[in-house]
Each structure stands twice: as structure tokens, then as C-alpha cells.
């Protein structure tokens, strides 16, 4: 007697909140960003990636751009939140301010966030400077100067420190475009690690004198 034949039972999705599934969505993108590049990203292969239907997805986030133009803002709020704290612990030393152009190079780099940021301005989307939250940076370190500065007779303007910290936000962005991350010998003049102890060192002499 033939043995009756067992069909495989379809594995159960997972209910998720609204919360829960927009995660998981903002999760398996930045994956695929990591893995192939903002160009390869396809929605129908995040929504398999999930367990989610592909309207699901175009629900949440509208279009392929603007799921990945979410994967950079919470990539870019996250190192925001993280700058923020670091700036307001005063780094007084050009090694440490150089530590913090390290740790941002090396989120844009890794995580491809640098190349889909500018990948989303080729594509149309127009991102602002402020999109690359400078600006609560700048307020973080123009309330540690002015605490610096009492007694002088002239402190900094915000716009000065606002443009200090613009500067090596844009240079760090392109550096994770066109600079290899391999490339971090400080032995190699060209090499991104030795530009960015050299910024370092202009900012921190820049901070010093206001």
C-alpha cells in the first residue's frame, strides 16, 4: 500500500504591527544595500526578503526610492544622535575629532549609505544639506564653544560653526563615494584615513582660534 503522500505546510507569517513591518522592511533594504548597492535594491525581492506582500511594501513606503531614501534617514539620524553626544563631550585633541570623521566615514562606507545618498540625487531626488542633519551637530558644538569662549570679547558666529561642521560632512560624503574603503593605510598620502587626520587637524586649530 502506497504511503499517502504529506504536503508541506506553508510556513506561518508572522503578524506584525504597522511599526513591527515597517522595521523589518527598513531592515532587509539596508541589507541589500550592504550586499549590492542602492541600484540593485528591487521591491518585490525586500517584500520575499520580509515575508510581506509587494503592495505592502509600495503601502509603507510609496516607490523604490523612497524606501531607500528611509534606509539613509535612519542610518543618518542614528550617527546624528551619536555625533551629537560625542561633540557635546568637548573632544579637545585633533586624534580625538579624527576618531569621529573615522566613525563616519566608516558608516557611509559600510553600510552604502554614502552611495545611495548620492545615488537618490543622480536618480531626481534632490536631497538638502539639511538632510544630512548638520545642523543639530553644529548647535552641539556652538554650545560648547560659546561655554569655551566666555570672557572673550568676540565668540564665533553660528554660521562659522555651522560651515565647520558642513565642510567635513561633505568631504566625508564624497570620500565614501570615491575613495576605496581598503584604502586606509597611514602610510598612503592619497589615502582617505591621512585626509581625514588632515581635516582634523585644520578643524581642530580653526576651533581653537575662535
Same mark, same amino acid.
Given at each position: 500500500?502506497a504511503?499517502?503522500r504529506v504536503s508541506?505546510?506553508?510556513?506561518?507569517?508572522?503578524?506584525? @504591527?504597522?511599526e513591527e513591518?515597517?522595521?523589518?522592511?527598513?531592515?532587509?533594504?539596508?541589507k541589500r544595500?550592504v550586499?549590492t548597492?542602492p541600484?540593485?535594491?528591487?521591491?518585490?525581492?525586500?517584500?520575499m526578503?520580509?515575508?510581506?506582500?509587494?503592495p @505592502?511594501?509600495?503601502?509603507h513606503?510609496?516607490?523604490?526610492?523612497?524606501?531607500?531614501?528611509?534606509?539613509v534617514a535612519?542610518a543618518?539620524?542614528?550617527?546624528? @544622535?551619536?555625533?551629537?553626544a560625542s561633540?557635546?563631550?568637548?573632544? @579637545?585633541?585633533?586624534?580625538?575629532?579624527? !576618531?569621529?570623521?573615522? !566613525?563616519?566615514?566608516d558608516?557611509?562606507?559600510?553600510?552604502?549609505h554614502?552611495r545611495?545618498?548620492?545615488w537618490?540625487?543622480?536618480?531626481?531626488?534632490a536631497?538638502t544639506?539639511?538632510?544630512?542633519?548638520?545642523? !543639530?551637530?553644529?548647535?552641539?558644538?556652538?554650545e560648547?564653544?560659546?561655554a569655551?569662549?566666555?570672557?572673550?570679547?568676540r565668540?564665533? !558666529?553660528?554660521?562659522d560653526t555651522?560651515?565647520t561642521v558642513?565642510?567635513?560632512a561633505?568631504a566625508?560624503?564624497s570620500?565614501?563615494v570615491v575613495?576605496?574603503p581598503?584604502?586606509?593605510?597611514?602610510?598612503d598620502p592619497?589615502?582617505?584615513?591621512?585626509?581625514?587626520?588632515?581635516?582634523?587637524?585644520?578643524l581642530?586649530?580653526?576651533i581653537?582660534?575662535?
Amino acid at each position: 500500500m502506497a504511503k499517502k503522500r504529506v504536503s508541506p505546510v506553508p510556513p506561518v507569517r508572522k503578524r506584525r @504591527t504597522a511599526e513591527e513591518a515597517r522595521a523589518a522592511i527598513l531592515d532587509a533594504a539596508e541589507k541589500r544595500l550592504v550586499a549590492t548597492g542602492p541600484a540593485a535594491i528591487r521591491l518585490q525581492q525586500v517584500a520575499m526578503d520580509v515575508g510581506v506582500s509587494h503592495p @505592502t511594501v509600495l503601502h509603507h513606503f510609496g516607490s523604490r526610492e523612497a524606501l531607500i531614501e528611509a534606509v539613509v534617514a535612519r542610518a543618518l539620524d542614528s550617527l546624528q @544622535t551619536g555625533l551629537v553626544a560625542s561633540v557635546r563631550a568637548a573632544p @579637545t585633541r585633533p586624534d580625538q575629532i579624527a !576618531s569621529l570623521f573615522d !566613525s563616519v566615514f566608516d558608516a557611509l562606507v559600510t553600510g552604502g549609505h554614502g552611495r545611495a545618498y548620492l545615488w537618490l540625487a543622480l536618480s531626481g531626488y534632490a536631497p538638502t544639506v539639511e538632510e544630512l542633519r548638520v545642523r !543639530s551637530v553644529a548647535e552641539a558644538l556652538h554650545e560648547v564653544l560659546k561655554a569655551r569662549s566666555k570672557g572673550k570679547k568676540r565668540a564665533s !558666529s553660528f554660521d562659522d560653526t555651522y560651515f565647520t561642521v558642513l565642510l567635513p560632512a561633505l568631504a566625508l560624503l564624497s570620500l565614501s563615494v570615491v575613495a576605496p574603503p581598503s584604502a586606509q593605510s597611514d602610510r598612503d598620502p592619497r589615502g582617505p584615513r591621512r585626509f581625514r587626520m588632515w581635516l582634523a587637524r585644520l578643524l581642530h586649530r580653526h576651533i581653537e582660534e575662535a
